[in-house]
């Protein structure tokens, strides 16, 4: 049974930082794009960041770009989200997912369709 499972949310004062971790079983990571979205309290599922199954590629929504770094360790099967300087409006439920299409992540349009697995969320508040 394919499965991925988030770990690493929490309550964080604002500015500050924390690393969300996403473990896969059932399949192995490397063939796999890779892709963190969240979703707040009300509103719709937005793409957060993507990376390539080689690597090579990276994509950030624009509101975390240069403070958020996703990464992979395939050795691991696990993904990887560094949140820095967090802010009140980061507060949401985090995911992660996988993606095993041709050109997945190749465009920063961060959609939610391109991917197959999903993890169950984990939540993260930003708040002081």
């Known amino acids: 049974q394919k499965q991925l499972v988030e770990s690493g949310g929490g309550l964080v004062q604002p500015g500050g930082s924390l690393r969300l971790s996403c473990a896969a079983s059932?399949?192995?990571?490397?063939?796999?794009?890779i892709g963190w979205f969240r979703q707040a309290p009300g509103k719709e599922l937005e793409g957060v960041s993507c990376i390539s199954d080689s690597g090579s590629m990276t994509n950030y929504a624009d509101s975390v770009k240069g403070r958020f770094t996703i990464s992979r360790d395939n050795a691991k099967n696990t993904m990887y989200l560094q949140m820095n300087s967090l802010k009140p409006e980061d507060t949401a439920v985090y995911y992660c997912a996988a993606g095993a299409g041709y050109g997945t992540c190749w465009s920063p349009s961060l959609s939610q369709y391109e991917y197959d697995y999903w993890g169950q969320g984990t939540q993260v508040t930003v708040s002081s």
């Open positions: 059932g399949f192995t990571l490397v063939d796999y794009a």
